[in-house]
């Protein structure tokens, strides 16, 4: 017990060092407890020809939108897929390492239902990418129905004094509630539903190094204006995009 | 003026009294088991009930249940703590006997009786104390957490969630703590002391009022582990909407909090009112007096309004009301308005308690008369009056009634005369004094500094086209820690050394008090005054993240908490050392005038032998005529302060 | 001696100012005066450079108002900060009863000074007045638009956790990023989706809250071409830090240019309703 020793400087400097382990045991357990989504990382393959100027690599990218967590093999426990099992998930992770001068072709799979959107005019709309198109199963889209809007891929354009802006945002259209109800094939390793997803491919390319913030700008967690939940917790709908 | 009769006979009932009965078995530890064990069983119980994650119609489930966990914890606790003992033997027909009463008063009982329904205002001050104190370390464990986390931008230690927790976990202890810091222990045990009575007006009030608060520091921590809220301490609609459980056990901590400071006001008020000695007119009142109980009036008009937001945002979160839904009709504008009736108020329930101690002390160490003693009354008086007229300052960008942008900054312009008034009293009595330049004066001038830095940048906040710029910027953030860390905490800190000899009998260790003091100035002002420079220059408050052009302030401001943090260590150190083997005290070591230090240290149970009478204000230095008390109320002359009476020259 | 009541009566007793100087209290007050003095400048040499140095950019008539306000208060509180500092300081200095364990002797029992009282009050109050009036005016001439003005409007909708612009009187285009045209005063209708954002151009001096279901508004005036940023001053949950992009000042027929690449048409008035954004429930 601190201050039992006569010599006061001794007990003040204790106390002291008994306060900074308690400050760094917080810090330590905190960091414990935060989520970890594992990093995914995307190499770059020399290309020659991109069709853009000064890009010389291309890479590929490849993420799944589930309707709830089972897929998700980070968060498994021996309890199961973690305390919310039910929530939707951006799969496999959301920590994404991409090469920096790339042009990254990136394609998502979206597995989930969804509903009108809030600021359809914007959002139901593709932005940021080449040519500012992306493919919905091959065929060429601008925008989607913004009443059947599934989730959302966006890209903070998160700009500052040490990296390049960057904005890309893609809506992913919903599967249809026919569809979910009545899948054609069972559950697989490739297809854990047994419903064929919507396949949405798209290409933009990355500029100089920086972390940037995205998340999928779709009311489709809980609560006030369906941004609770999933969509309020961290690794579920929203991630970091590692450039380097 | 009440002369309670209940005078001590000496040694007959020196022995362990026999009353008591049950509370005899009831403590501290018994409202813990209790408490949980209602808890746990109301939420297994209601999560059977009412949590079904397939119905949509039972969404609200998981609010339901926490809220009935958490309310069971606070009863539960108080029924195991014993406070509806005596209403229910009341009801029963037993009143309390005299050895019943002997024992609540926590006759006897030795360390014991701090863990108990103990009705003793001095026993009441400590408790507080210790919770206030406890509870400000737990706040600084957070702040030292946050600042780790912003000394370097980017993804780091932990993300967003956990840091908009921490930082609404960080802002309610601290507005908690330092609501109760100064009025808690001090309110409840100098004052009655100071104004010449045996307890307070109502003794089992009090131990109610503090027993209430205790399961609160409870609630807020169970908020961690419940998800955390993401809105910050203020709650704003409709983001408090949509967080997670925790923002029901934030609202229920609350308004149980706003239930407890309620029950200590209306006692404090009361007891200053009615409870004055003999010969004690408002006129001869000492000025913490005054001070403690305006702010008792101005926490009993503002909190409730919290408690209200707060009631209503349950009922959003568990009832699918709309009071602040914007689609059902609400509005986000009521919840901002109510919140801040109560916020700007409550800065001045924080500030006033410390201002009042430090205005207390200056005489006494500058061995001068208070001066303009009606103009501080007058001031404080003034800070009550404007504080509830000014709140909407806090909303000049919300869009709510910009026709009412002029006159809330006129209103909040004019708080700044009576805040000035303030500290033309502090240089006008410390002015031609004779400075004693013991710890407690040292604390009145680092309160001089950073007050006046606080200050005056809330001026600048004041101004409606700078605050288009300053509003939700790390620059507020500097300003309100520079009133309320640097000018309130600074008070209370004055006020723990300055009454501590009464309080514990030992003198505080004033040289570890003295590192402790520069190294929380320094740490202080170079955390804060960094802060407002990266607050102007764009850096928004409340974020986890940051562009690195402000990476060198957030450096220099973490570098500075970490001082502070050494600070409050070395001070946290010094008062538990001091309580356990300082130096013994004499009763009046400062040679003040007030009526405490004519008892001994610590006071016995019944403070006086005989209840004093008063002659004259208690801030005659220099000046033989006047004398505080003719009738001191003690029978040793020994305890009579050993000043001399210098020439007025 | 008239019985003229101007002076007070103890006045005329009085010796002149010169010699009132040369008693020990009179050099008191000297030497106090020359502190607080030294203070008041060594305050304005800081007073006058935190904010210079401290505020971005200067991009817009707004911000403008908002540099020269900080500086007024900024310089105009210096010798209120001196006068007490000063005085608190030299008290400590000279009257300094040491850290001994025993009270020391009483001083004067100076209980109050009316004519003290009096000057700080009314001192006080002259001062809060003009800075009162100098936050009026700016106020008025920060939200008056001048009656010739043609200003463009802008529809600002704020998201978790996102801003997109709307220009609905350039054909309908949106925008991730703001671009605006230099010299023209420009109305921003604010909004929500979902909860209350607030939206802030630290170069512009402008912020105002997106409420849900409301619409608030706030105008500014672009002065300077270049890069801004555009940034939530409202806690709004998990990605409030990343709630943040660039705008750009450009000329006038860089602007239009901008429109047209957008898909749109300068000049073309598409009544776009803010409101028609549907907030889910």
């Not at chain 1, 026919?178 to 290409?203: L, T």
């Not at chain 2, 209430?212 to 582990?225: C, E, G, M, N």
């Not at chain 3, 001196?82 to 300094?96: C, F, K, Q």
Request: proline share 7%; net charge negative.
């Amino acid at each position: 017990m601190k201050g039992v020793g006569v010599n006061p400087v001794a007990g003040a400097l204790t106390a002291v060092v008994l306060g900074g382990v308690v400050v760094g045991g917080t810090v330590l357990a905190l960091h414990g407890v935060s989520p970890k989504p594992p990093l995914m990382v995307v190499d770059g393959v020399a290309a020659s020809a991109t069709g853009i100027p000064g890009v010389t690599k291309t890479a590929d990218l490849k993420l799944e939108a589930y309707p709830d967590s089972a897929p998700i093999t980070w968060r498994r426990t021996n309890g199961g897929v973690g305390p919310h099992p039910g929530w939707v998930s951006y799969g496999p992770t959301t920590n994404i390492q991409l090469p920096a001068n790339t042009l990254v072709t990136v394609t998502i799979n979206n597995y989930d239902s969804g509903e009108p959107i809030p600021n359809p005019g914007y959002l139901a709309s593709v932005q940021g990418t080449v040519g500012g198109t992306m493919t919905v199963d091959g065929k060429t889209e601008t925008s989607i129905d913004p009443s059947h809007v599934g989730h959302t891929f966006t890209i903070h354009n998160y700009p500052s004094d040490t990296q390049e802006s960057l904005f890309v945002s893609v809506p992913l259209p919903a599967v249809s509630d026919d569809v979910m109800s009545n899948p054609p094939e069972q559950p697989s390793a490739q297809n854990p539903y047994g419903w064929p997803p919507h396949v949405v491919k798209f290409q933009f390319v990355t500029k100089g190094p920086g972390d940037y913030a995205w998340n999928c700008e779709f009311p489709c967690g809980g609560n006030y204006a369906g941004m609770g939940e999933a969509m309020s917790s961290y690794g579920y709908m929203s991630g970091v995009i590692h450039v380097v | 003026m009440a002369d309670t009769e209940i005078v001590s006979h000496g040694t007959a009932h020196a022995e362990e009294s026999n009353g008591g009965g049950i509370m005899r078995r009831l403590n501290m530890w018994t409202g813990i088991v209790v408490g949980v064990i209602a808890a746990v069983v109301v939420y297994v119980i209601a999560a059977k009930l009412l949590v079904n994650p397939d119905n949509e119609d039972m969404a609200q489930g998981p609010d339901q249940a926490v809220i009935a966990a958490e309310v069971a914890w606070v009863i539960g606790f108080l029924v195991g703590v014993g406070a509806f003992v005596a209403p229910f033997r009341w009801l029963m027909g037993k009143d309390q006997t005299h050895d019943d009463e002997m024992f609540l008063a926590g006759k006897g009982q030795g360390v014991g009786r701090y863990l108990r329904f103990t009705t003793d205002h001095k026993v009441v001050g400590v408790q507080y104390l210790v919770l206030a104190m406890t509870t400000f370390g737990v706040g600084g464990i957070l702040a030292l957490t946050i600042r780790t986390k912003l000394a370097t931008p980017g993804e780091g230690l932990f993300g967003g969630q956990i840091y908009n927790g921490l930082v609404g976990m960080h802002g309610i202890i601290m507005i908690v703590s330092t609501i109760i810091m100064v009025v808690g222990p001090w309110g409840n045990f100098i004052m009655p002391i100071m104004i010449g009575a045996r307890d307070m007006a109502f003794p089992r009030l009090n131990a109610l009022s503090f027993w209430t608060l205790f399961p609160v520091v409870p609630i807020f921590l169970s908020v961690a582990f419940l998800g955390g809220i993401p809105t910050g301490w203020v709650a704003y609609a409709p983001l408090s909407d949509q967080a997670p459980p925790g923002m029901d056990a934030f609202a229920v901590g609350i308004i149980m909090f706003v239930i407890s400071s309620g029950i200590g006001a209306v006692n404090l008020i009361v007891t200053a009112t009615t409870m004055r000695a003999h010969g004690m007119t408002w006129n001869r009142t000492p000025i913490f007096v005054l001070g403690v109980t305006a702010t008792s009036v101005l926490g009993l008009i503002a909190l409730p309004c919290f408690e209200v937001g707060m009631i209503e945002t349950l009922l959003d979160r568990s009832q699918a009301a709309s009071f602040f839904v914007p689609e059902q009709g609400g509005s986000q504008w009521l919840y901002a308005n109510l919140f801040w009736i109560m916020g700007h108020p409550e800065v001045y329930v924080i500030l006033i308690p410390a201002v009042a101690a430090i205005l207390e002390m200056t005489p006494v160490f500058s061995r001068k008369p208070l001066f303009g003693a009606r103009v501080a009354a007058m001031g404080i008086v003034s800070l009550v009056a404007l504080s509830v007229l000014v709140w909407a300052h806090h909303m000049f960008v919300s869009g709510w009634a910009p026709t009412l942008a002029g006159p809330f900054m006129l209103t909040t312009e004019l708080i700044s005369i009576p805040t000035g008034m303030i500290f033309l009293v502090l240089i006008g009595t410390i002015w031609r004094g004779k400075i004693w330049t013991r710890l407690p004066m040292l604390f009145v001038y680092g309160f001089l500094w950073n007050f006046m830095i606080g200050g005056i940048t809330g001026i600048f906040l004041s101004d409606v086209p700078a605050d288009n710029e300053l509003h939700g910027a790390l620059f507020v953030t500097a300003h309100f820690h520079y009133t309320l860390l640097g000018g309130a905490m600074i008070g209370a800190m004055a006020a723990i050394v300055y009454w501590f000899s009464k309080m514990t009998g030992r003198m505080f260790d004033e040289r570890i008090g003295t590192w402790s003091f520069y190294t929380i100035m320094v740490g202080f002002n170079v955390t804060f005054m960094a802060m407002f420079f990266n607050g102007l220059s764009g850096m928004p408050r409340r974020v986890a993240d940051y562009d690195p052009q402000y990476l060198i302030g957030n450096m220099i401001s973490t570098a500075g908490a970490y001082v502070i943090g050494i600070g409050m260590l070395l001070f946290l150190y010094a008062t538990v050392s001091s309580w356990r083997h300082g130096p013994i005290a004499s009763a009046n070591p400062w040679g003040a005038k007030t009526l405490e230090w004519y008892v001994p240290s610590p006071p016995p149970l019944e403070n006086f032998e005989h209840l004093p009478v008063v002659t004259g204000d208690a801030y005659g230095y220099g000046d033989p005529t006047s004398v505080h008390t003719s009738h001191p109320g003690v029978a040793s002359v020994a305890s009579v302060p050993a000043h001399t009476e210098g020439n007025a020259s | 001696m008239s019985n003229d009541i101007e002076e007070l009566p103890e006045a005329s007793s009085q010796p002149p100012l010169s010699e009132r100087l040369k008693t020990p209290e009179g050099k008191t007050i000297i030497k106090v005066a020359t502190v607080v003095s030294v203070l008041t400048v060594l305050l304005l040499i800081f007073c006058i450079w935190w904010p210079l140095i401290s505020l971005p950019p200067t991009m817009s008539d707004t911000e403008r108002e908002v540099k020269n306000t900080l500086l007024i208060f900024s310089i105009a509180s210096a010798p209120v900060m001196a006068l007490v500092w000063g005085i608190a300081y030299y008290s400590l200095r000279h009257w300094n009863a040491g850290s001994g364990d025993t009270p020391p002797e009483d001083g004067p029992a100076i209980r109050d000074n009316n004519r003290l009282t009096i000057a700080w009050v009314v001192g006080s109050s002259l001062l809060t007045a003009f800075l009162l009036i100098w936050g009026l005016a700016a106020l008025t001439s920060t939200t008056t638009l001048p009656t010739d003005a043609k200003p463009l409007t802008i529809n600002v909708v704020g998201q978790q956790w996102l801003w997109s612009f709307q220009y609905p009187e350039d054909g309908g285009i949106t925008s991730n990023d703001l671009i605006l045209p230099k010299d023209r005063p420009v109305i921003f209708n604010v909004t929500s989706t979902d909860v209350i954002h607030s939206f802030w151009i630290p170069e512009m001096g402008i912020k105002i809250d997106a409420n849900p279901r409301v619409t608030t508004n706030t105008l500014t005036t672009p002065t300077e071409l270049g890069m801004f940023n555009v940034r939530c001053a409202e806690l709004c949950g998990l990605n409030h830090s990343y709630m943040e992009t660039t705008g750009r000042v450009v000329n006038p027929a860089d602007f239009e240019q901008w429109v047209k690449d957008k898909g749109g048409s300068p000049g073309m008035l598409v009544p776009l309703d803010v409101n028609k954004i549907e907030p889910k429930e």
